[in-house]
């Protein structure tokens, strides 16, 4: 059965898209994922993965929902969905040396959730849990619930900016230079700008 029926979900990062066509190695995808996550003290979990070939080339779809454990109650999950489209192989040479890489179409999607589990900590009757609720969401952000939104953003962004930064590599491989400082910050500025566009309405 899955537990997270029983949580409280509060969105922080909604539909957040990173879009990328050209030359990657979809394993090495996974792998900055994986290793992003892990660093951040997530458990590794893989909801979906979906694989078709077409005449246009591979599709791939794989969902990942890593969880992190804030304190008994309070969990944060990050659901990372990953597209593929019309990805063909192809042989690039790079420093020489002829490798081999995936071109297609790259869809990443995140959307990043506070789960908490008052209800069954304080033994809330529904209508005090409710209540709660929507304090919580309109008027009062209680602190420890607040600084996990806080946290849930700022490891989003960390696991984003790896990506972006994988996705960017392979132009320096083909002659391109950017730095994983340059790329951090970007994100950074991104998602805080949609955080606060969010709060606003």
Do not use: C
């Amino acid at each position: 059965m899955d537990t997270e029926t029983y949580y409280e979900k509060n969105l922080v990062i909604n539909n957040r898209e990173l879009q990328y066509k050209g030359i990657f190695r979809f394993d090495d995808l996974v792998a900055v994922i994986n290793r992003a996550t892990e660093k951040l003290h997530y458990e590794k979990r893989e909801k979906k993965t979906e694989e078709i070939v077409t005449e246009e080339g591979r599709k791939t779809y794989l969902e990942l929902r890593p969880i992190k454990m804030v304190t008994k109650y309070i969990k944060l999950m990050i659901k990372i969905k990953i597209t593929v489209s019309n990805a063909t192989q192809t042989i690039e040479e790079v420093e020489g040396l002829k490798r081999k890489f995936d071109h297609g179409d790259l869809l990443i999607v995140f959307d990043s959730w506070v789960l908490t589990d008052y209800g069954h900590r304080w033994g809330m009757k529904p209508y005090v849990y409710f209540l709660k609720s929507m304090i919580n969401k309109y008027l009062y952000s209680f602190p420890l619930e607040g600084s996990a939104s806080g946290e849930l953003a700022s490891d989003t962004t960390f696991i984003y900016a790896q990506i972006k930064q994988l996705l960017e590599s392979y132009k320096h491989e083909l002659g391109k230079i950017v730095k994983e400082e340059e790329v951090v910050r970007d994100v950074e500025e991104e998602i805080r700008k949609e955080i606060e566009e969010g709060e606003k309405e």
